[in-house]
């Protein structure tokens, strides 16, 4: 039976890796068509004010620009499974270089940031569902709500004033040290921990409700036994649902956070060949940001039929 | 719950008793390093290919001009000539430094600036800098003569303008990629680029200008975007020197005593390009009743937060030949009077202004309200971002837009008014008078002849208010008040080389 249920999920998973290929074709093909519309031609921005317009056509024929946009769009494609996923038009560097070079800061300041956001939300939300209506769940919501309403980039600010410039303790800026990561992973911490806490509260408030959780309190199950054991697994299930979505936002970049703390992020490059109309590492940097987004989707899939039983006998 | 309290408690006072607080390896204090907060990191770093003002900065570290500017007189003078002699009216020649090394070891002679001038006549970026000189020739190892297809006024400031960095010919010759490794004959040689982060430089020890050599070894430039946050970086020791100051914080860093600010008027001058081409625009008198409809003061005040001087004049006030003559000052009786010689209805104009970064949307804001109250005009502000505008602009989409100059002098400026600017910029001035001026003046050397013809071609523009403008902004440059020797130019730009720790 349990062989089943593994078979049954690694062909799941593969199905689902399988889906990422009509995924990714449809994101590029819609990002080339939205980069080729917008105003801003790539050439005339490499070439500047001073060219004419001759000048700039011949750059354009040069770079290949003219192309019809399919013909140009198949042969990114055919390029791309190959594993070159082109040049950048203004930094002359391979896009997977520099899109490479960057992800990994994206990731380690996301992953520092999730650990924060679990350890500190999930049994915030655990708190105050039990002390439901309590002064503690009173203080534990308004911190929640201050946390969603608060600006990030203000936060931010506030953060590098007061424990960088006052208080001398961590670096304003950059990605060099392990302090460095402090002030930028509370920055995200503290508005995603709002979202996680609120969901597991009142998550558990539905779950601590029920009848098993009430029998087992009957038959001498301890309070705790009955929150942790049996509560909280079951409450699980959207916790990791939002989880999940705050992962994938923060494996794409928090813009604003990379800007305040000058963090060498995807966010940021993204935006810089946006405003530059780099094609190429736009396209770069969404294919890498979807394969990403897929698989850990895939994963938090993966997860529920870890924690749920139900869920994992649907694979067999 | 005992326990969470318990933790909280435990970390409350890790953190009192400063444990994580005792490595403090990134701040700036080493006494031979000088590191530089700046906005952004170039994209490139050839400054051939590219507009941005990023890679000149680079290039002031890793090489060298032929002329360079002088940093209080803005006049050139000679960097890796050793001495300029005017053969004619059309040809130049320059005496070569000799011993100069290149980072990679070569020795500088004169087919390196045969290479680079020739390597630049391919970029059209270049064309305001090399597009007069027909050919250069090395004499000797050490000789260069530069023959002009006319006589041309201009060559020395060309020579010290951010494309002519020179570059060594054998590495044009092998294509070398200079977008992503500068080398040059400059005071520091890039060592290290991590992407979106830092860029560090290494003094090099063969620099041929040993005066210039200082107690500093290494630059490094730390890439911050945000202004606030390049300031605390200051403030908090983590940089020596911010460039780019960010303008609310210039008050805070003022009363900082460890801070020292320097204040400069950029050359930069703003102003309002409108479509001259276009109906109602192609009209001079609305043009003029524009113009002089203008509250700059009320720009400097409101939208640069006094940190600038109006400009009524075409051309910036700190060039050598800027005059004032027949300048479109605010003035609204008398635009109302050109509004009537125009003899249109105002409330039919439709006049949009495109800007393309924050700021200009506050000038843009002031503009729009001068506009209304003065002549019954309604200005739209179309916010846009740089590349949309650059698209525009040469696509001649467009009634107006905010934009700056910042040449190396009033020649580099003026020209621009010749209507073959109108091949890159449709609806740019196209006035037979300017063209005659500016064709005069390409072909004048005498200075007293130049200053003549300058001041006719910018009395000329203002006539006919082809491009009114508005305000120079000043730029402000923090640092540490234990650094010396920094020389920061008008233009902008700006010598780290010769700073040094007191």
Redesign the interface.
Known sequence: MQNEVYVGMLIYFLKRIAQLIPVILGITLIIFVIMSL????PA??????????E??DQLRQEMRLDDPLLIRYFRYLYNFVQGDFGT?Y????SVAT?VL??FP?TVRLAFVAAILTVFLAV?LGI?ASVKQNTAVDSIIMVITLIGISMPIFWLG?LL??QF??KL??????????W??Y?LPAICLAFSNMSTVSRTTRSSMLETIRQDYVRTALAKGCSRHDAVYKHAFRNALIPTITVIGIQMSQLLGGSVLVE????W??IG??MI?SI???DTPMVLGCIVLLTIVFSVLNLFIDMCYALVDPRIRGQYS | MKRLLFCVCCIAILFASGLFVVDKSYAANAKDTLTIAMMSEPASMSTVNNESMDPIYSGYLTHNFLMKNDPKTLEPVPDLAESYELLSDTEHVFKLRKGVKFHHGKEFKAEDVVATINYNKTFPGCKPYVGAIKSVEAIDDYTVKFIMDKPYPNLLNDLTFKVNFIQAADLIKKGHNFDNEPIGTGPFKLVEWKRGSTIRYERFNDYFNKDEVTNIKTIIWKVIPEGTSRTIALEAGEVDMVFQVETADIGRLKKNEKVAVEEIIEVANYAMGINNDLPPFNDVNLRQAIAHAIDRESIVIGALNSYGVPNFTSCAQNYWGSTTEGACTYDPIKAKEYLSKWGGDPSNVKLSIICWNPMLVRVGTIVQGSLEENLGIKVELEEVDSATFSSRRASGQYRAFFTYWSPSNSFSYVTRYHSDKRSSVPGACNDPKVDEYVDALRNTVPADLRLELTHKIIARVNEIAAQPSLFQPYTFRAYDRKLAGAQFTPHGYAYFHTCYWK
């Open positions: 917008a105003q801003g031609d005339r921005l490499i070439l500047g004010e001073w060219a004419t317009q000048e700039v950048s203004i930094k002359s560097r520099e070079g960057r800061n049994p708190i600010l590098i004033l960088s410039l001398g303790w961590f670096p304003s800026f950059g990605s060099e040290s302090q460095s402090i800007q305040v703390f000058a060498p992020g940021r490059l810089e405003n530059g109309r």
